[in-house]
């Protein structure tokens, strides 16, 4: 059976294309198509551990049986973070208040000199990551 696998951010650039129809035996898993690109791009080795999978635009485990014509979507590990060391004191990082909560006051307690850059985000997300 064919599928259509898609790389995306880092995967694309390591994998030289954003998409391409790769074919499987009937009864194939996503883990089946990790298989292959363990050993056809000797590049993502390292990577595909933590990449996230979707399949049909759902996120998908490694066990996910594959149909003829799925998309198969491999996305990049998000990275970011801090490097400071579990049990170093970084201070207040929580706050409760029944007043209007300033951003821009948190984001400056918040901000080292050291990061690149600083995201606030302020809404609802959906209950769950993995399908």
Not at 56 to 72: A, F, K, W
Request: no cysteine.
């Amino acid at each position: 059976m064919q599928v259509r696998v898609l790389f995306f951010g880092v995967l694309k650039d390591l994998a030289g294309r954003g998409s391409e129809e790769l074919t499987l035996p009937e009864a194939a898993t996503v883990s089946d198509v990790i298989e292959v690109y363990e050993r056809r791009v000797t590049s993502l080795r390292s990577m595909l551990p933590s990449i996230a999978i979707s399949v049909n635009q759902e996120y998908s485990g490694p066990e996910t049986r594959l149909q003829p014509g799925d998309e198969v979507a491999l996305l990049p590990p998000v990275s970011g973070g801090s490097e400071r060391e579990l049990g170093s004191d970084p201070g207040p990082f929580n706050r409760i208040t029944r007043d209007v909560i300033d951003t821009d006051a948190v984001l400056q307690d918040l901000k080292q000199p050291e990061d690149g850059a600083a995201v606030v985000f302020e809404g609802i997300v959906r209950n769950n990551t993995r399908g």
